[in-house]
């Protein structure tokens, strides 16, 4: 069985984190989400704005989800690796190769690291503009 692994904020969960997951799932034969918490999320992005008990519950709800891990690091390790059986990690292809590096460097050592299509057409921060603005 390969134990696919994603980290992600999913804040206002949308149909781009559905593709992510869909696409990850597709790698493997389980698939574990890794949920960052309020104060990574925050030091890195943003507030969110859902709290971390939505944010774990709209994932979970997923069909392509079969385990959520709430709190998971912002950067992957060795030993989270280990902990939780991970055999493939997945990203969006949105991150840029240093950026991967900082977050994901020891999957890339691992050679376990794989990218996977981002949905350019929406994002969390273009619901926020979209509210903000309001327009679609």
């Given at each position: 069985?390969?134990?696919?692994?994603?980290?992600?904020?999913?804040d206002?969960?949308?149909?781009?984190?559905v593709e992510?997951?869909r696409q990850?799932r597709?790698l493997g034969?389980?698939?574990?989400?890794?949920?960052?918490s309020?104060d990574?999320?925050?030091?890195?992005?943003?507030?969110?704005?859902?709290?971390?008990?939505?944010?774990?519950?709209?994932v979970?709800?997923?069909?392509?989800v079969?385990e959520?891990?709430p709190?998971?690091p912002?950067?992957?390790s060795?030993?989270?690796?280990?902990e939780?059986?991970i055999?493939l990690?997945?990203?969006?292809?949105?991150?840029?190769?240093?950026d991967l590096?900082?977050?994901?460097?020891?999957?890339?050592?691992?050679g376990?690291?794989?990218t996977?299509?981002?949905?350019p057409?929406i994002?969390?921060?273009e619901?926020?503009?979209?509210?903000?603005e309001?327009?679609?």
């Amino acid at each position: 069985m390969i134990r696919v692994y994603v980290d992600m904020v999913a804040d206002l969960f949308h149909y781009g984190h559905v593709e992510l997951l869909r696409q990850a799932r597709a790698l493997g034969d389980y698939l574990v989400v890794g949920v960052h918490s309020d104060d990574d999320v925050l030091a890195h992005k943003r507030q969110p704005i859902m709290t971390m008990k939505e944010r774990v519950a709209c994932v979970a709800g997923c069909r392509y989800v079969d385990e959520v891990l709430p709190n998971a690091p912002w950067i992957t390790s060795s030993d989270w690796i280990e902990e939780h059986h991970i055999d493939l990690v997945v990203h969006g292809s949105d991150y840029s190769q240093e950026d991967l590096i900082d977050t994901h460097g020891v999957p890339i050592e691992m050679g376990i690291l794989r990218t996977v299509g981002y949905t350019p057409q929406i994002s969390t921060t273009e619901i926020i503009r979209r509210i903000r603005e309001g327009s679609p």
